[in-house]
């Protein structure tokens, strides 16, 4: 008999390459991890052998994660560049997924029918849909499926004990280590140790007839009789598990991942975050759980009867955080390291040949004439249009989830980066982007520059970054406080790690940028803002690396594609035969256990009516909760969460249909105030958190206090608002307060100021700057400095000038001593210093000392973390004297000081005022810096107040200071021999610049406050202008 | 015309070379024939010895650059060693030594650069100074030939500057490869073109800044509408030109401090940097009458006269209208001076206190002359309060105010 090539898989195959082919260029290049893999396969695609890459966290080893998918891209790269390689290395996996399902079901049902329906749903699979879609993980795509396709040669080797198999087996699984290693590790045991059980339950079948007759003594007794071979295969893939990557095993060792852990949706409790409930668990189940009864009726029959034991167990690891069940199995340190969605993808990948068969059965068997029996041949019909209609319109979802719920930003043009980064010498500094996404790697890949952030967050090297459950810094205002916090110690000393420029694309970032000391440069064609910060020294020529012995490198970069090449050889020729059919030849052992589909149970069948018709009252629940929560008007409590909701998210029309119809303004109008409100609270914050309290409730009114907390860049703003709230046709409307109604006396202004231009080179050229061209560092004095104890806590504070006659950007940096002359700590001035000073103008600063925060104690991390507090360093010896120095560069940005202190009211514990900007730019953030002296007029302290409004022109704003409490602070140091400017003394430059300087000049123009400790304060002010015109 | 020049000086050279090197009686030994041992770089140098007997030793030689082997050549029964160019291209002392078994025989000469001048290498810093006697620019030239050789010492160096109509020059003399002068800085401001001059060969322009010296002592003035504290118009406040000591005007963005002490005692502050050496400041007019002084500073180096400004008041009385329950409050309407209506934006308070300690402040900016406030129930609980209301320094009080 010549047999026929099976039509349903070639089906599958050419709608499978068809459909992902198609979609894939507009999915893949913006999921989560396929421009990681990307950026991997670059690596390879320059450094084939070199494991060493110093791109990311100042260096990292790629042997961190398996090679095999980065190098077959790279080595694709080479035909067609990488992103030709990233698609057609995921085309290859749909292909081997494919293919792979097909496998698996046949091994399963030794029924190729059913079988082939196995492989076409496996083309619309939601969790493979998602997998390749959302979450671009190739490299376990590839994984999953090789393990599919190594799946019956093990069954042929166990049952068989014929060389050959254990021979194609185990190189297929050389071939899944090597692309990913989680895969094959839990392979084992929730796909291959079931599969074991499968053969023994065949192996005693044979020996007694009928399945039914199998007892538990037979299947010991055919257990043992196949002990051999299990354990030979065992043994053999183990030594293939660690061998074929083993310097990965060796890089682990050597770097453990001793890093908090950072939170992932898939271990959260679904029924709480209910997005991650349906990301990481109803979209890859999907229509699956409409036949669970059926999936587990048939996996716990005798012969699958491990499957069953398997699949459960994945079903609940892969509920997250929903059950304690997970953390229990897995351990703390697994649940928090793993993630947990790869067990549900698993999960769903197991039960596709189950859900072929039912599909089979559905349409063409026992099942069909089951139902067109009981209820008719139209019900029939019916249920599998909706069948069908479902399970196609959770795929077409899963796929477009990028587009409902964007994932990263919108793409960015990467062109007019690289090109910056290589013009003018720009990647002799380290860089860094904000608010890129995962689209960082695609850049980093692009160009030859080093950053310090980096996109894996395994091989994060860096203390600043290891201590915090941050995966990026390039997204840390998505984490919260933690995430600012990490970033505000590389923007406050950048030239730890030669960072110069700070590719922002996200202005949320704007404000601390500017108060950490950093100035614009220039706007790239792509709306990509260029910061950059003066006073950093180039990255050296030679950098540290960890090495690795050269025999793991040659492994590293040969044995990767030695398995691929090896398992083409062994198993190319059975791939052919079994496909495509193309010779005749023996009919493998699992297709003597062909299923028969007579007789569907009927008590099935109802069960899973009735499980079916739950879930739908289940999801019908689940839709009116929605839409009760999500109902604006349906309370006072709904309408105030949706106002704020509204705000932060800067929905202005929907705030605006949220406000009392009665008293509101036009939307032209409301959308003008709205334009007009400028500052860190209106621009730069992001709603953390809402507690309304209805305090009072009618029919027709309500009144509600509103505290919320909102997270800045700069620091997290507490805020307690009280509003009416009126109900009108039934619906609840909010109250809203009046606008300043304070008009300017002018219409039209004019204001001269100097302005700078700094040429840089003179001449066009790429040569290095000719030094007539390299400006002198404007000279500053230190005016004084002091080491002083606050608390626990130490700090440098004092005063500097810029006594030349160009404005600077000013870098102070400090370090501490003890007796002995032993450097202990180093830190730059961050908030309190205005940072740029124009000629003659002077300026308070402090600068404290950070350690690298929590780096202790890293299980207390306070849940209410303020990004500007800091954890100062734990100083083991005591600090005795400083040293500070002071650098000048020449700056022409930022140089606004048109603003006065316009009205001062000083009580004994507050000071409040108001500040006035009598100039042409509007200020988005003011900033105070408050001086505190003591009786001599000695400097002692200095303390901030960022200002939650911004002022506009010829507009004044009232503030509200609280004086510090009574603290006590010892002077411990005030000799100012080890003060540097420049590099130069500070005393003999000064002396230079300013022979006969009066000292303590504007000394009696200090503010005196009634305070037990202090006796004077002195006010300057910063000012962020977010949008110079 | 340059080349044979050389041409014939190095034939002149080969012809008189003697013999330096002491002559030995072993017939094997050699001697050298040379005389010169003062050569000019770029010639072509060949040191000649007697033909010995036997082996043709190698000769040795070395500069500051690196060492080489030379093998002779024989010519007219002479044994020639040729210098190879990237050696006698060099300036600077040369040791020689034949490698030989028989004779120990070494010596020295020197090359000197070449008389004329390739190109200039010229660096100033730093490229601006203070005006005054005090602060000096350094100009150092670096003459070479054109072979990269710096000229010999004491070749002749003319720095020349410039500065408003007089040029100076002056002469120095090269040593240890390089020439300097420094430039003292000058009482006015501006700029000062500097060049040099060796042997015949101009150097290009260079620019060193003379900026003003620090600000002396100045005067301040004000400029205003009107005196009445409306707090709606603006006073401006400037100062004199501000000027050094040398009556330079002071470099433009120079930063100056105006304090503002009130009646209160509260010290005020508005900035302003300087164009032309003129510094300018606004300021909103207070809502209350006040008597300002001010006075202006240029942080450790210089400070103005002490000037008094007095506001009038704008507002000389108000009325206020409870009503709803005595929980809306109206103020108004203010009027200024002339009875017209106070422009928006009146800064108005209002204290609710209850048994003297303050429950709220309540902050109200005028529109159309009118302010009004609505105590809210969350806030001011049903009661009886004292209510008092602040506008433009002026104060109402109502005891015993019953709200519902």
Not at chain 2, 6 to 33: R, V
Request: glycine share 6%.
């Amino acid at each position: 008999m010549k047999k026929k090539s099976n039509k349903y898989l070639i089906t599958a195959l050419l709608i499978g390459l068809a459909f992902h082919g198609a979609s894939i260029f507009f999915t893949l290049e913006t999921t989560y991890d396929a421009l990681i893999h990307l950026f991997f396969a670059d690596h390879y695609s320059h450094n084939w052998f070199e494991p060493w890459n110093y791109k990311w966290y100042t260096g990292f080893s790629v042997m961190s994660y398996p090679p095999l998918v980065h190098q077959v891209i790279a080595g694709l790269s080479l035909i067609g560049g990488l992103k030709f390689g990233l698609f057609a290395t995921a085309l290859l996996g749909v292909i081997l997924f494919i293919t792979g399902v097909y496998r698996f079901s046949l091994l399963l049902s030794g029924n190729k029918v059913t079988a082939g329906y196995a492989s076409i749903l496996a083309v619309f699979s939601s969790s493979f849909v998602e997998t390749l879609h959302v979450f671009g993980q190739l490299p376990s795509i590839i994984g999953i499926s090789v393990l599919m396709h190594a799946l019956p040669e093990v069954y042929l080797w166990l049952k068989t004990g014929k060389y050959r198999y254990l021979f194609t087996g185990l190189s297929l699984i050389s071939v899944t280590v090597t692309s990913h290693h989680v895969t094959p590790i839990f392979g084992m045991v929730f796909f291959i140790f079931p599969l074991i059980g499968m053969v023994i339950m065949d192996v005693s079948k044979e020996t007694v007839g009928t399945i039914k007759a199998v007892t538990f003594k037979l299947f010991v007794v055919s257990f043992f009789k196949l002990f051999k071979r299990i354990v030979s295969f065992g043994a053999l893939s183990l030594i293939i598990i660690i061998g074929c990557i083993l310097p990965y095993w060796i890089n682990s060792k050597n770097n453990p991942i001793t890093q908090v852990p950072i939170p992932h949706g898939s271990r959260d409790n679904f029924l709480e975050i209910t997005s991650s409930g349906l990301v990481f668990f109803l979209i890859p189940w999907g229509c699956l759980l409409i036949i669970l009864p059926y999936i587990l009726y048939r996996y716990y029959s005798k012969r699958y009867l491990f499957f069953g034991l398997s699949i459960s167990l994945l079903f609940v690891l892969g509920t997250g955080g929903t059950t304690p069940i997970p953390k229990i199995i897995l351990g703390e340190t697994a649940f928090n390291i793993l993630t947990l969605d790869r067990f549900t993808l698993w999960a769903s990948i197991m039960s596709l040949p189950i859900f072929g068969e039912f599909a089979y059965r559905f349409v063409e068997a026992d099942l069909k004439q089951l139902i067109q029996h009981k209820f008719g041949a139209i019900y029939h019909g019916i249920i599998g249009a909706i069948i069908v209609g479902l399970f196609l319109f959770i795929t077409v979802f899963t796929m477009s989830l990028g587009y409902f719920r964007p994932s990263q930003p919108q793409k960015i043009k990467m062109r007019p980066i690289v090109n910056f980064l290589n013009q003018d010498q720009h990647d002799q500094w380290r860089y860094l982007t904000l608010g890129f996404g995962d689209q960082m790697a695609w850049l980093s890949a692009q160009t030859n520059a080093l950053t310090v952030d980096g996109n894996y967050h395994s091989a994060r090297r860096l203390p600043e970054l290891t201590t915090r459950p941050v995966e990026r810094l390039e997204n840390s205002k998505f984490k919260g406080v933690e995430g600012i916090g990490s970033l505000q110690q590389f923007l406050t000393v950048p030239e730890k790690y030669n960072l110069k420029y700070i590719f922002s694309n996200d202005k949320f970032y704007d404000p601390i940028l500017y108060f950490c000391g950093w100035q614009r440069l220039q706007q790239l064609e792509n709306g990509i803002n260029v910061w950059e910060r003066l006073n950093i020294p180039p990255i050296s020529t030679v950098l540290p690396k960890d090495n690795v012995a050269k025999w793991q490198k040659i492994l590293w970069g040969t044995l990767p594609f030695l398995t691929i090449i090896i398992a083409f050889i062994l198993n190319i020729q059975l791939m052919w035969l079994r496909t495509l059919k193309t010779k005749l030849r023996t009919v493998p052992e699992y297709l003597k256990f062909r299923n028969n589909y007579a007789s569907f149970s009927s008590v099935v069948l109802k069960t899973t009516h009735i499980w079916a018709l739950l879930l739908a009252i289940l999801f019908v629940y689940g839709l009116y909760k929605v839409y009760l929560k999500n109902n604006d008007h349906i309370s006072p409590k709904n309408t105030v969460l949706a106002y704020y909701n509204a705000l932060d998210f800067k929905a202005f029309k929907k705030a605006h249909s949220l406000i009392n119809p009665k008293k509101k303004s036009s939307i032209a109008q409301y959308m003008l105030e709205i334009s007009v409100s400028d500052g860190l609270l209106s621009s730069y914050a992001k709603l953390n958190a809402i507690k309304t309290t209805i305090n009072f409730k009618n029919d027709s009114l309500a009144t509600a206090k509103v505290v919320t907390n909102w997270i800045t860049p700069l620091e997290s703003i507490d805020k307690t608002d009280y509003k009416t709230l009126v109900k009108q046709n039934n619906k609840w409307y909010i109250n809203i307060d009046d606008l300043n109604s304070y008009l300017p006396p002018d219409q039209l202004y004019s204001s001269n100021v100097t302005t700078y231009f700094n040429q840089g080179r003179r001449r066009i050229t790429t040569e290095q700057t000719h030094h007539e061209d390299v400006l002198k560092q404007p000279v500053l004095e230190i005016l004084s400095a002091k080491l002083v104890k606050f608390k626990t806590h130490y700090a440098i504070v004092g005063e500097v000038q810029n006594i030349d006659n160009v404005p600077a950007d000013v870098v102070l940096k400090g370090t501490l001593y003890n007796n002995n002359n032993k450097a202990l700590a180093t830190y730059n001035a961050k908030y309190h210093l205005k940072h740029k000073l124009m000629p003659k103008e002077t300026s308070s600063f402090k600068i404290n000392f950070e350690g690298i925060a929590w780096s202790k104690t890293k299980d207390s991390i306070p849940k209410t973390f303020n990004p500007d507090e800091f954890t100062p360093v734990e100083f083991e010896e005591q600090p005795t004297k400083f040293n500070l120095q002071a650098a000048g560069n020449v700056s022409n940005s930022d140089l606004y000081k048109s603003f006065a202190i316009n009205e001062l009211n000083v009580s004994s514990n507050t000071i409040s005022g108001s500040l006035f900007n009598s100039g042409t730019e509007e200020i988005t953030i003011p900033q105070l810096l408050v001086s505190y002296y003591n009786l001599d007029k000695t400097l002692l302290w200095v303390d901030h107040l960022f200002l939650k409004d911004g002022i506009r022109q010829q507009r004044k704003k009232s503030f509200d200071y609280t004086i510090l409490e009574n603290e006590k602070i010892t002077v411990i140091n005030d000799d100012m021999s080890n003060c540097y400017v420049n590099g130069l003394p500070n005393k003999d430059i000064a002396l230079k610049v300013i022979p006969n300087r009066i000292i303590n000049h504007t000394q009696h123009q200090l503010q005196k406050i009634n305070h037990p400790e202090y006796e004077f304060i002195k006010i300057e002010i910063n000012a962020y202008i977010g949008n110079p015109k | 015309m340059k080349a044979k020049f050389i041409h014939i000086t190095l034939i002149c050279h080969l012809l008189s070379i003697t013999a330096i090197a002491q002559i030995g009686l072993n017939p094997n030994a050699i001697t050298i024939l040379n005389t010169k041992n003062d050569f000019t770089a770029g010639d072509t140098i060949a040191l000649r010895f007697t033909l010995p007997k036997g082996t043709k030793p190698n000769l040795y030689c070395t500069n500051s650059y690196g060492s080489t082997l030379i093998s002779p050549s024989i010519k007219n029964q002479t044994l020639v060693y040729t210098l190879p160019k990237h050696i006698s291209n060099k300036s600077g002392s040369i040791y020689w030594k034949l490698i030989s078994h028989e004779t120990s025989l070494s010596g020295q000469f020197n090359i000197r650069s070449k008389p004329n001048v390739a190109s200039i290498e010229t660096y100033i810093g730093p490229p601006s100074v203070q005006a005054g006697q005090n602060d000096y620019t350094m100009a150092v030239v670096i003459p070479t030939d054109t072979l990269d050789n710096p000229l010999n010492t004491n070749t002749k160096v003319t720095v020349k500057h410039q500065f408003l109509d007089t040029v100076v020059n002056a002469t120095v003399i090269n040593n240890n490869i390089i020439a300097y002068s420094n430039i003292t800085s000058k009482q006015k401001s501006g700029r000062i073109l500097i060049s040099s001059e060796v042997l015949g060969k101009n150097s290009k322009e260079f620019t060193v800044d003379v900026l003003p010296s620090l600000p002396t002592n100045f005067t301040i003035g004000y400029n205003q509408n009107h005196s009445y504290a409306d707090g709606n118009q603006i006073t401006t406040f400037f100062t004199s030109t501000l000027k050094d000591r040398y009556g330079n005007t002071v470099i433009d963005g120079t930063y100056v401090t105006f304090f503002v002490r009130n009646k209160a005692g509260a010290v005020l502050k508005t900035f302003g940097t300087t164009i032309n050496g003129v510094a300018k400041s606004e300021m909103l007019h207070p809502s209350n009458p006040e008597s300002w002084t001010v006075k202006a500073f240029v942080n450790g180096m210089a400070e103005s006269n002490t000037i008094t400004l007095n506001y009038k008041e704008a507002i000389k009385t108000f009325n206020v209208h409870f009503s709803k329950n005595n929980r809306t409050i109206t103020v108004g309407p203010l009027k200024s001076f002339m009875k017209q209506l106070i422009p928006d934006g009146l800064q108005v308070v209002a204290f609710v206190y209850k048994h003297n300690t303050l429950v709220h402040k309540y902050n109200g900016a005028s529109k159309q002359g009118l302010v009004t406030f609505n105590l809210k129930k969350d806030l001011i609980k049903n009661d009886t309060y004292n209510i008092k209301i602040q506008v433009a320094g002026l104060e109402k009080t109502f005891n015993a105010k019953i709200l519902w």
